[in-house]
């Protein structure tokens, strides 16, 4: 057992104290410690974008092993929209671990299972019959619409996009786009997987005015003449790409690309894992596209953490899939649905969709007004708190520059603030705070990160 300091905080959650203060390096003596054991204990393949180790963490902070507290604009991958350890998160799994951790869903059901999947269905966009099935991982989540697709319709191919991210499991590393790290040395892949163009504005060749049209006639040669609409079981799409670079289709595109489908009897599928649950400012970044998805997948942002996913969608496609087809042992862990609704209550009582929104509106204005004389900012872009920026060589060269990118993070860890990055080329920064940072951090670390720009 490892002695803890006094002077580490015994609980994170809210009452953590809401400051950025860096007492020790950054990786401590402690964090670098961890990290020689883990070199001997863990393999090599299991990466991670900060060499600090966690020990407590809520609101807008996280306090490393060595005492240091860190501004989070990660949330642990998109995950702690509503915070870490949010109160009524905690409050409904500490209820549910007294009375039962686990029955399995598929031997003993339960009221929790039931809850989360009426919240769901209700919460999603359209107002027609649905059903949700819950899974453990936002790539079961993906793997199963693709059963429910294809066994509704008897179709077997499905369609993704040029810098999709949908998992790790066999059939979602096919779905992914990126072969670094995501699939080198891991084929063959599954079949049946087409790719289209994403309509992506910034790298639109012929620029991003033609980027909805162009894009989506690529899009329909592939279905109509390629692949043959009849064999086309689903298109598989994030509404705001999330590991590509948080990308946001060009206007309409999804729109457009949804009533192709629907004229064609392909089923519209919304990987929502990582934009979904609050994050872009409406409960579904789908919202925003004026799109109703036949199916919808979430995860990330789903259960304050815990281990808990889901596809809900019209009741006709759900029911298609026979008894004893679907499912899982761990699926719908009851701990995990307590958790979902805690996080329901959190969002619907903090008014957290229009704090996503107003966390947005900083995070889009003040990037606006870094100094880019060096043009080094390419594009700034997303939705909610959900913000991402793209950093290319320079004036009028969008070639990526991934190192400058590696820079910026070097300098915002060093001072304190952990942020991620993203993109097909490496060269986008990505924010994400949870929720329940509170504006004198965000502006806090908006300002670190005015500063590791100015410093290149
Ligand atoms: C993270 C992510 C996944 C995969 O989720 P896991 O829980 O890591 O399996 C799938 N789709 C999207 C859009 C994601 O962001």
Redesign the pocket.
């Known amino acids: 057992m490892t002695t803890v300091e006094t002077s580490l905080p015994a609980t994170g959650g809210p009452t953590l104290p809401q400051v950025r203060n860096v007492v020790a390096a950054i990786p401590g003596p402690r964090s670098q410690s961890l990290a020689q054991r883990r070199a001997q204990a863990l393999p090599a393949g299991l990466g991670s974008a900060s060499s600090v180790y966690a020990h407590a963490v809520g609101g807008g902070v996280m306090v490393d092993v060595d005492g240091n507290s860190l501004i989070d604009f990660g949330s642990g991958?998109?995950v702690t929209t509503v915070g870490n350890s949010a109160p009524r998160v905690v409050e409904r799994m500490a209820e549910q671990m007294q009375r039962f951790t686990h029955t399995c869903f598929l031997a003993n059901p339960y009221e929790g299972y039931i809850e989360v999947a009426e919240k769901l269905n209700a919460l999603t966009p359209g107002d027609h019959a649905k059903r949700t099935a819950l899974f453990?991982?936002?790539?079961?989540?993906?793997e199963n619409a693709v059963k429910y697709a294809r066994v509704a319709t008897g179709r077997s191919a499905i369609v993704v996009f040029d810098h999709?991210?949908?998992?790790?499991?066999q059939l979602?590393m096919t779905m992914t786009a990126k072969n670094q790290p995501y699939k080198q040395g891991f084929g063959p892949f599954s079949p049946e997987v087409y790719r289209a163009p994403m309509a992506y504005p910034y790298r639109w060749p012929s620029g991003p005015q033609n980027a909805a049209d162009e894009a989506f006639a690529q899009f329909a040669m592939l279905v109509d003449a390629q692949i043959g609409a009849s064999n086309t079981a689903a298109v598989v799409v994030?509404p705001i790409?999330?590991?590509g670079g948080f990308i946001v289709p060009a206007p309409g595109f999804l729109k457009r690309v949804a009533d192709f489908c629907a004229e064609r009897g392909i089923l519209f599928v919304a990987?929502?894992?990582?934009?979904g649950i609050a994050r872009t400012g409406a409960w579904f970044a789908s919202e925003h596209e004026g799109v109703v998805p036949d199916l919808i997948?979430t995860?990330?942002g789903l259960a304050g953490g815990m281990?808990l996913?889901a596809v809900t969608g019209r009741a006709d496609v759900m029911d298609a899939a026979h008894p004893g087809g679907i499912g899982g042992t761990y699926s719908g862990n009851p701990i995990a649905c307590a958790a979902a609704l805690g996080v329901f209550e959190t969002i619907e009582e903090e008014g957290l969709l229009q704090r996503a929104s107003d966390i947005g509106d900083v995070l889009l204005s003040e990037l606006a007004t870094f100094d880019n004389s060096s043009g080094i900012i390419g594009d700034i872009r997303g939705r909610g708190a959900m913000v991402a920026v793209e950093i290319v060589s320079g004036a009028g060269d969008s070639t990526p520059n991934p190192a400058a990118v590696a820079e910026v993070v070097r300098r915002a860890h060093a001072q304190g603030l952990l942020v991620l990055t993203a993109g097909t080329f490496g060269n986008v920064l990505r924010f994400l705070p949870p929720l329940s940072m509170p504006d004198h951090l965000l502006h806090e670390g908006v300002g670190i990160l005015r500063d590791a720009f100015a410093a290149l």
Not at 136 to 142: K, L, Q, W
Not at 271 to 275: G, K, R
């Open positions: 991958i998109a453990n991982t936002g790539s079961g989540a993906v999709a991210f949908h998992g790790r499991s979602t994030e790409q999330g590991e990987d929502e894992v990582q934009a997948t995860a990330k281990p996913a």
